[in-house]
């Protein structure tokens, strides 16, 4: 079996200032998409306003072909900052979202003490039938010490009419699977696998087990559902 992932160390400080940076980051970004916004339609205001000044309208009230312009250049120019703020918005949230993982870290509450399989998604690829995935494992301690043990991942579904049961290290493209992880606060084991034909996944099991732990391994279930790329 082969270890995945990269034993991660998360600093406090380093983590929040890293973070709250990017947030600042993203909101002088924001006031820049704004600033230039406001820019770009002054001069196209001034433009039209100069196109429209050589003879007074013939016949009944139309809008002249530079307003017309102007319109179709504001009305684009608008498209495309409510586009950036929502991109720019969009990233502000993920920043925040990292950044409250991070404090439950390094700052964790009672309840979420101790060991946890906090996560697994799976995303569907350019290849049909074959899927990326990720599992994430973290530990909330105030002792500081790695963590270490075996991992035993299953996809259950249903193939022709009757349920299976599937390891993810038979399913794994290129070979590599979660088997083994060692961490501090955090790992995040990624790859990819492909279903044969005819199954269809119904959820995914998750079992760790700690390298000397004096208990049961901890279990946790996922239902099956694929995040578009």
């Not at 980051?25 to 406001?38: C, D, K, M, T």
């Not at 007074?56 to 608008?78: F, K």
């Not at 193939?159 to 790992?187: C, I, N």
Request: overall charge negative.
């Amino acid at each position: 079996m082969q270890a995945v992932g990269e034993l991660a160390v998360v600093s406090r400080r380093r983590g929040r200032k890293l973070i709250a940076t990017a947030v600042a980051a993203a909101l002088l970004a924001i006031g820049y998409a704004l600033g230039a916004h406001v820019g770009e339609l002054g001069a196209h205001r001034q433009d039209a306003a100069e196109a429209s000044r050589p003879a007074p309208p013939i016949g009944p009230l139309v809008a002249s072909p530079a307003q017309s312009v102007t319109a179709r250049v504001e009305a684009g120019a608008n498209e495309r900052l409510r586009r950036t703020v929502k991109a720019l918005r969009d990233r502000i949230g993920a920043l925040e979202e990292e950044l409250r993982f991070y404090q439950r870290l390094v700052a964790p509450s009672e309840a979420r003490r101790g060991f946890h399989i906090a996560d697994w998604a799976v995303s569907s690829t350019e290849t049909p039938a074959e899927y990326a995935y990720s599992l994430l494992l973290t530990q909330i301690v105030d002792r500081h010490q790695p963590i270490a043990g075996a991992l035993q991942v299953d996809i259950v579904g249903d193939h022709d009419g009757a349920s299976k049961t599937l390891p993810l290290r038979d399913l794994a493209v290129g070979g590599d699977y979660p088997a083994v992880f060692e961490f501090l606060y955090f790992q995040d084991f990624n790859g990819r696998m492909a279903l044969p034909e005819g199954f269809a996944p119904r959820h995914i099991e998750v079992a760790a087990q700690v390298a000397d732990a004096q208990q049961p391994p901890w279990e946790r279930v996922f239902d099956w559902r694929v995040e578009e790329e």
